[in-house]
């Protein structure tokens, strides 16, 4: 299938392009620049727009064979001096260096609430798009021998209506889309063809003579688990959003024991049942946070005997709303943070990996030993099933 390029590549190109326009006063109609997964993007160019002081341009985003709501947006740089002639605030050059302030135009959302990958009040354009962005058009100041600082603004005509198809509203972004990307690659999302790919990787571990399945649903945390456990999760079958699908081939190939590792991103989904996590299939994280977290909190109630009037009042008040913070938290990083801070984090996830393991068993039946690791990126590891440890010292 054909893959696409992420709207962080076209912000990235349109802006390298607005740059050298601005910098030269030469039009260009393509401009190329390579992506993070050190794959080419050579981008044609479109709207474009030349004065004095600013020049924009856009390139269509393409998705590839991916269905991605964003395939045909124009993705817009606009790239101005930074001085007071242009409306723009000036700013201290560090070091010596001109700079790149980057921020987002019309159709792009900006951030209200925390928990994201930008803080409150920062357009929602990550950071691995931001350095893009930065280093191409310093590609161009370099090769033009600019001292200038540039202001590159990024704007998307179509945002603000693609936006109510995704889960900005829900996240507290609003006013447009997110400028995303990793790789600056969109590989296509088939369902069949993940699978069977899994299934490949699955056999090819178990003809090297492997009994247990290590599987993650992908490489969210790989420093995590090579600094806490020395080990590298590219050596484990990387099963996407398929948990399910995965104990069941693994079942198939008869693996005595699988290893489940992963975000409690994905994870805390598992404690609900949902054994496809991918959130168009279901997105209730906070839900199953929360639900958590109040089973935690009522069993400690019942242990501590605090009734009739002998609980510390405060402390209880102090943890209910914490609950209530965790259901208005837009990320489970946010989540955990917030139950970190009640004292509440500890006993939540102890009751998470219990109602993991529950329906990691259930799905896996008799013949399938199935352990489970779930860490965070701030927080490190949260929590592990009795017999985890165990399996990824045989696997190590």
Partial sequence: MRYGFTTGSCAAAAAKAACY??????????????????????????????????????VIKDGGDDPDITTGAHITASVTYLDEKSGHKCYNKKNGFPQV???????VGRV????????????????????????????????CDCTDDLYVEISVAEGRELAKKTFNPRLGIVG?????GTS?????????ALLDTIMVELKQKKALGFDIAAVSPGNYGLDFMKAHYGYDLD?????????GDTIDMAKQLGFSSMLLTGHVGKLIKVSGGIMNTHSKEADCRMELLSAAALRALYKTALNQNIHHGN???????????????????????EGIRILREAG????????????????LRKRAGDNLRIECIMYSNDFGLLAQSAGARELLERLL
């Fill in 311 to 333: 609980a510390d009042f405060m402390e209880c008040e102090k943890q209910f709303k914490a609950v209530s913070q965790v259901l208005e938290a837009v990320t489970t990083e």
């Fill in 112 to 143: 209200t609430k925390p928990g994201l990958d930008q803080p409150v009040g920062n357009a929602a354009i990550n950071h691995v798009p931001r350095q893009m962005i930065e280093e191409e058009v310093k590609k161009v100041m370099k090769l």
């Fill in 101 to 107: 302030i980057i921020d987002g135009g019309d159709g």
């Fill in 176 to 180: 447009g889309i997110s400028i995303l």
């Fill in 184 to 192: 600056g690659i969109v590989e296509p999302m088939s369902s069949k």
């Fill in 21 to 58: 326009m601005l910098l030269t006063g030469k039009r260009k109609h393509d401009i190329t620049i390579i992506t993070p997964k050190k794959i080419e993007f050579k981008a044609s160019i479109t709207d474009i727009n030349i004065s004095e002081k600013c020049v924009s341009c856009s």
């Fill in 235 to 243: 050596k484990s079958v990387k099963c996407s959003n398929f948990i």
């Fill in 344 to 359: 509440m984090q500890e006993m939540t996830m102890d009751e998470v990996i219990n109602k993991i393991m529950f329906y």
